[in-house]
């Protein structure tokens, strides 16, 4: 686990958390501040991980900065189907059949 870059990344990763919860997400583990030395002392966030995120929520249409992981669900139906969340998350693939930008409708 590495630093964020500044007090105001971190603020801003904070805030993405609470709004995924807000959104109803649901925070599995992570998502601190650390508290034990020498984590503390640094401008980090404990790596985090979601279950029940939705293709809507904030945390998987916008880009950020810090060790997290999503799992979100579709219908089996959809699971093929579903495109990207975002060409910039980390969190769908960006390589392969139907994720180009032309393919999906971006």
């Known amino acids: 686990m590495g ?6 990344q971190r603020n ?3 805030a993405y958390i609470k709004s995924a919860i807000d959104e109803g997400a ?6 601190q501040r650390p508290t034990e030395p020498p984590l503390d002392r640094g401008w980090y ?14 945390i998987t249409r916008e880009e950020v900065f ?4 999503v799992s ?3 219908p089996p139906t959809k699971s093929c189907s ?8 980390g969190s769908a693939p960006q390589s392969g059949p139907g994720t180009t930008p032309a393919a999906s409708g971006w």
Do not use: C, K, Y
């Not at 649901?26 to 998502?31: P, V």
């Not at 966030?45 to 904030?58: C, E, G, L, Q, R």
């Not at 579903?82 to 998350?89: F, I």
């Open 12 to 14: 801003t990763i904070e």
């Open 3 to 8: 630093p964020v870059v500044s007090e105001a």
């Open 72 to 74: 979100t669900r579709s």
């Open 45 to 58: 966030v404990t790596p985090t991980v979601f279950t029940d995120v939705t293709h809507n929520m904030t």
């Open 26 to 31: 649901t925070l599995l583990t992570g998502g």
């Open 82 to 89: 579903q495109p990207p969340m975002t060409p910039l998350s």
């Open 66 to 69: 810090d060790p997290w992981s």
